[in-house]
């Protein structure tokens, strides 16, 4: 049974950094594509980060304040975020998926797998 558990999401100030993890198990950890997906509410589900085997790719909004790693031998992904503003405040989700093509890790539908989300607020 495929699971991913988000955790590290809170409140942050303006400015300011969150850590959050994905612990992923029930699958081969190292054949994945992983991501992490936002959604601020009335919005739609945005892509943030996506890191393959050899490769990472940013949105354009986080690159340079947010960085994404991961760890085959835990089966965990990170998602650093530093320089917070009230435009991050969403729900985030960890995601995995069987993508080969780099072209389709920005679509959330090319993932087959989602946790439940961590929420984060971003406010003085």
């Known amino acids: 049974q495929v699971q991913l558990v988000e955790s590290g999401g809170g409140l942050a100030q303006p400015g300011g950094s969150l850590r959050l993890s994905c612990a992923a198990s029930?699958?081969?950890?190292?054949?994945?594509?992983m991501a992490w997906f936002r959604q601020a509410p009335g919005k739609d589900r945005e892509f943030v980060v996506a890191m393959g085997r050899y490769s990472t790719q940013y949105a354009e909004g986080v690159r340079g304040r947010f960085i994404a790693s991961r760890v085959n031998a835990n089966n965990t992904i990170f998602l650093q975020m530093n320089s917070l503003n009230p435009e991050d405040t969403a729900n985030y989700y960890c995601a995995a998926s069987f993508a080969v093509f780099e072209t389709t890790w920005t679509d959330a539908r090319s993932f087959q797998h989602w946790g439940q989300g961590t929420q984060v607020a971003v406010s003085s």
């Open positions: 029930g699958f081969t950890f190292t054949e994945r594509v």
